[in-house]
């Protein structure tokens, strides 16, 4: 029971004295109240900050986004000196994907991938225990226990929390906070504010990964991994403008497998795809990070190369043909067989890009097309790059 001033007041005070033991009874009294205003005051301010925070990452609308307001915003508005998430890639999909979707892993040292749930540093139950689903871990900094969730710990850290981050009791990730002051996480502190905002955090990041899976799918071609024609059609329009800005070539390859059909024929059509993945593997070999790969249905791909004069272009085509011809394709140690490819090439060279960008990319789409066209009129396992002149052959063994 809280004890009233007066109660406390000693029995034979003179008045004098109990008036003074008042007046600081009341100050004291003062104080504390001041002290909780301020408290209460700081929470509704941190609550504040969380909540736009919430809003912010509900709002995020893909991985790189999500995660660089998980990065930037929680630090300041929770005071911490360090955050990091590490996520559970079992095989690598995630990566591959963002790493398929221009995600630049550099830009976000604190997100950590690893492929079993024993590797995030969490205390686990056993296995096939029927345990709870786990619950955040705060206590003293390790530096050996906790390696994984801190690969670049700030000097000074003391204290830290690893929160698992949880969909339907699976665990898909772990929030690790840290802090230099060592009594900011320990084992008796109450968790819920922090299982309140890792659950959205899980949450959201289970939305923008199967977005950006879905949107993953609805790019590439799902044979041989490559784009589909849909994302070439997009980055087209893109690339024509950002050419255009930045007053660089960017050149487009349409390339063929020559008889394909007879391929099938040879190998069946399982066989079949089995080529069709060799050889968009060799392209892939021939092209930089920046170039992109696109299968537009059968046996015919393109590339669109970015920053690529007419004459480099043709110099990588002539690369791509001879990697194709040069050694069979071996489907398996009794079925071997050549391929080869004809490619036509055109270049949009700075101020060729003018004008409305869709009518701009299927002139110069029908221009490629069109020198693939000779190529196979004049013998296939070629590369055309210049109209009705047979000196940009770079190579004729027809
Ligand atoms: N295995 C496999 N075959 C495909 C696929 N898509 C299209 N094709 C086959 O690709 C062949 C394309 O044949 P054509 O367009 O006649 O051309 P080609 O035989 O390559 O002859 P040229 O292009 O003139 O050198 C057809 O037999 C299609 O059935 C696919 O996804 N897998």
């Given at each position: ?49 969380h ?19 998980i ?103 772990s ?79 349409y ?18 795809d ?29 590339v ?13 085509a ?8 040069g ?23 700075p ?23 000779v ?24």
């Amino acid at each position: 029971m809280t004890q009233t001033a007066s109660s406390k007041l000693r029995p034979n005070s003179t008045p004098a004295a109990a008036a003074e033991e008042l007046v600081a009874e009341n100050q004291a009294l003062r104080a504390r109240m001041t002290y909780l205003l301020e408290q209460a005051e700081r929470n509704h301010s941190i609550m504040t900050r969380h909540q736009a925070f919430d809003l912010e990452i509900v709002g995020a609308a893909n991985f790189p986004e999500l995660i660089g307001i998980i990065f930037r915003v929680l630090p300041v508005i929770s005071e911490l000196d360090s955050v990091t998430l590490t996520l559970l890639d079992e095989d690598a999909d995630i990566r591959e994907v963002m790493l398929k979707l221009d995600v630049v892993f550099e830009d976000f040292p604190g997100l950590i991938f690893v492929e079993e749930v024993e590797a995030m540093g969490l205390e686990l139950a056993p296995r096939n225990a029927q345990a709870a689903a786990p619950r955040p871990q705060l206590g003293m900094y390790d530096a050996r226990r906790h390696a994984t969730a801190f690969p670049h710990p700030p000097a000074g850290l003391q204290s830290v929390a690893l929160v698992p981050l949880l969909r339907n009791k699976r665990i898909i990730g772990s929030l690790n906070l840290g802090s230099c002051d060592p009594t900011r996480f320990t084992p008796s502190l109450g968790t819920d504010f922090i299982e309140h905002m890792a659950s959205i955090i899980a949450i959201c990041l289970e939305n923008v990964i199967s977005n950006e899976m879905l949107k993953y799918i609805g790019l590439t071609d799902s044979l041989t991994g490559v784009y589909n024609r849909r994302y070439i059609d997009r980055r087209l329009l893109e690339e024509i403008a950002r050419a255009r800005r930045q007053q660089y070539p960017i050149s487009f390859m349409y390339i063929d497998i020559d008889h394909f059909k007879r391929v099938n024929d040879t190998v069946g059509h399982g066989g079949g795809d089995d080529v069709l993945r060799e050889v968009s593997r060799r392209i892939k070999n021939e092209l930089r990070s920046s170039d992109a790969l696109a299968r537009f249905g059968g046996e015919e791909f393109v590339v669109l190369l970015i920053d690529a004069d007419l004459d480099s272009a043709a110099f990588v085509a002539e690369r791509i043909r001879a990697s194709v011809a040069g050694s069979m394709i071996v489907l398996s140690q009794e079925l071997q067989l050549s391929v080869t490819v004809s490619i036509g090439v055109a270049c949009l060279a700075p101020g060729e890009a003018e004008g409305d960008p869709a009518v701009v990319a299927r002139t110069w789409v029908a221009q490629a097309d069109a020198r693939l066209y000779v190529a196979k009129e004049n013998g296939r396992n070629r590369v055309i790059s210049r109209d009705a002149d047979s000196a940009a052959e770079l190579r004729n063994v027809g």
